[in-house]
């Protein structure tokens, strides 16, 4: 098979009223890696259709194409994965298990979809305690721990974008047949409120930030009060997201606040939110455009920390 990782860092077994799930068999700490998978199947998809997705029987044709070339235990191990589908789709005459199947367990990876038998045994959560990255080089998707994890606490990961309020999200997760109990959606009311109107106000903040994040520091007055309230919220998403445990934005928030704390000159302040960015990136794929912008931005933030401190003690023994 194609799992590299340990196995004895989680098992597999029934998950009630979830079918199979995935259980830590050791405590994991945050940055842990749970599972690396290379992809049984990986297909680039065919056009999307505006509000439908893509064409699932277009899919099904090219993830039969290649099912059937792999050897007969393979094979096996993917018709035994769940899959979700409607009466009305059974009932075509064209129906192929093989397409809710995909359906269930397929990955977005990179430009393509990529079927992992392992990971495909993880269960959803909207406040997920894991993450993972696609790692184009190395072929494999990798699972890690986002927070501490006990033996025989069940992995969770999110199957969809976490931005969005519960009912968003509950849509987004009806074609994989379920309804979401997790901690976000299955609040009291009041919590369940506060938890989307974190989330949508995440969001608004990451598109505010990200369009502002290529500003320089201005010598202007206006301009530095400004970065300084940018800085200010940038400071708030970070809060935001790790309040909500949304981790799948972390990288993104912590390298939007070393941004924002370089344009104020708190460099230190800059430089720890620039090392957490760049820590996640890594992890992922230590070779990645993103990965390399981050040690670029890093090593600039804290090359400048060095030199203000240099010019300040130089300034202190002349006057
Ligand atoms: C990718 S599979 C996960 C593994 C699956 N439980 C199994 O037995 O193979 C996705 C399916 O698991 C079930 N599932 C995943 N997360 C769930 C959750 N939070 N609550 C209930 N069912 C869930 C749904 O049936 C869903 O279609």
Redesign the pocket.
Known sequence: FSVSGPPEVYTVR??P??????FAAVALEPGSIIMRETPVIKITPPPLHEGFGHAMREVGVLVREVFETLPKDSQAEIM?????STTTEQERPDYDELVPIFR??AYYSGNEIGLFPK???????CRPNTSYFWNEQLNRRIVYATRPIGVGEEI?VS?IPLLQTSTERQKR?DQ???????AACAADTHSQKSSDRRRVEIRQSINILEEHSAIDVPGIVAGKRKLQILASESRQLVDAVEEEEVADYYSQCYRLAAIFHANIQDWEAASMWARKSYHLKMMADATSPGTKEMELLTTLILATWEKEVKENATSQVWH
Do not use: M, P, Q
């Not at 990971?119 to 959560?125: F, G, K, L």
């Not at 994989?176 to 997790?182: L, Q």
């Open positions: 029934s998950s009223g979830k079918g199979f799930g995935v035994s994965l769940h899959a979700y269930c367990n990971i495909a045994r993880i269960n959803h959560s969770f199957y997760l994989y047949g379920f309804k979401c109990t997790c």
